[in-house]
């Protein structure tokens, strides 16, 4: 099947046979726990809802499918996910390569809480597959890569970084929000795990939140599996639910972000109160050739610099139509300031030394009209407020 369908039908196959009763849109199964007539035979494989629940197993499936992966893992939040993966893979002395310029949350995962556990970080600019294997040691076990990154769209090239990390026998994991299985499918690059908020397009509304993990691999999905019920970070039946029905709209929804969002950054490149845009979809874009080379789109998300004489927590009041808020991924669009919001959390020379200053702003695209958009950017960047 197509990318479409299988986002529509993955998961929730209709069960026909005798004694089902031919749902279409699979339901919200809500028990804690399952009955059995035998007591070493758990009835159709489910025992405990945190260990399996036909709501989330049809979620899994099709994720899975969005990222022609074997097997997809569901997890109560991105953040989950990440805890989840790093808690099951690597051990007390082992370190790991990471994308110098990724979510403040991971790095605050990272840096302040997993760091406690004897694990060791080192920051990269990974736009640079060289980089990567520099930063190589006897105790690396793991690759980590977002791309496009957040909030400054860098890229990395997942085919040669994983390429470098399989020489050396480690393992690449992808942090693939951004782009959505629907621009990128970093396991087909030669990733070997990919991991979601699925909280942002994947559910697409800004109502919920939510992780996922997907591997091809036996013996990873092994680990990962037995950590998600021992570790217990499940997504809730109502939330399984969400995501799936979020999905099915996935490849229409990111047409049109990818549309609003290129047709956006035009606009701010040009504009005269803009310093600097960060979009792949630019030609000016230095990784404009590798966004083309391994996405289908560019994304529906921007980030830009506002000359020193523009106010930016003026400029943000003025929005009418997209909302100052954290997140990203719905359908309506949102903007914020990353250094004061995302990642606050970085300390001030950290910011500094990737490029967060005050005057970034993330801008997460929506679906409305991209003119009424435009019109709501121009508004605010007029007025007698601004040097």
């Known amino acids: 099947m197509k990318f479409s369908t299988k986002a529509i039908h993955c998961g929730e196959e209709p069960n026909l046979k005798e004694g089902g009763c031919g749902d279409v849109v699979t339901p919200i199964h809500l028990a804690s726990t399952f009955a059995r007539t035998e007591i070493d035979k758990p009835t159709g494989g489910y025992e405990y809802a945190r260990t399996g629940n036909p709501t989330r197993k049809a979620l899994e499936k099709r994720l899975a499918s969005l990222e ?81 990154t957040n909030p400054l769209l860098k890229l990395c090239d997942i085919k040669a970084i994983s390429k470098i990390a399989k020489e050396h026998r480690l393992i690449t994991a992808v942090d693939n929000t951004f782009a959505s299985p629907y621009l990128q499918n970093p396991l087909n690059l030669g990733a070997d795990i990919v ?17 996922a993990i997907l591997v091809s691999n036996d013996e990873l999905y092994a680990k990962l599996k037995f950590n998600q019920n021992a570790i217990g970070a499940v997504p809730s039946p109502f939330d399984c639910f969400l995501v799936l029905r979020g999905t099915k709209t996935l490849a229409l929804r990111m047409d049109r972000h990818n549309y609003n969002a290129l047709r956006l950054a035009e606009y701010l490149n040009t504009h005269p109160q803009v310093e600097k845009v960060n979009y792949p979809g630019l030609k000016t874009h230095p990784q404009h050739e590798l966004a083309k080379k ?20 003026i400029f943000l009041s003025k929005l009418k139509i997209i909302a100052l808020a954290e997140s990203l991924g719905g359908v309506e669009s949102l903007i914020n300031q990353p250094a004061s919001m995302t990642h606050a959390s970085l300390t001030q020379k950290e910011r500094d030394r990737i490029g967060i200053t005050n005057n970034l702003l993330r801008l997460s695209v929506g679906i409305e009209d991209v003119e009424d958009l435009k019109a709501d950017l121009e508004q605010a960047f007029q007025g007698d407020n601004y040097a």
Request: hydrophobic share 40%; proline share 2%; glycine share 12%.
């Open 68 to 148: 022609n992966a074997k097997y997809g893992l569901a997890f109560a939040s991105g953040l989950a996910a990440e805890t989840t993966l790093i808690l099951a893979l690597l051990r007390n002395g082992d370190h790991v390569i990471v994308f110098e310029d990724l979510y403040g949350g991971t790095r605050r995962l990272f840096d302040r809480t997993l760091t406690n556990f004897g694990l060791e970080f080192t920051y990269v600019d990974a736009t640079r597959p060289e980089k990567v294997e520099g930063a190589i040691k006897s105790n690396t076990k793991l690759v980590w890569l977002e791309t496009p």
């Open 195 to 211: 991991v979601h908020s699925t909280t942002k397009y994947l559910g697409g509304h800004s109502d919920v939140v939510g992780g």
């Open 294 to 313: 391994q996405m289908t789109g560019f994304g529906g998300i921007i980030s830009f610099y506002l000359k020193n004489n523009v106010d930016a927590k």
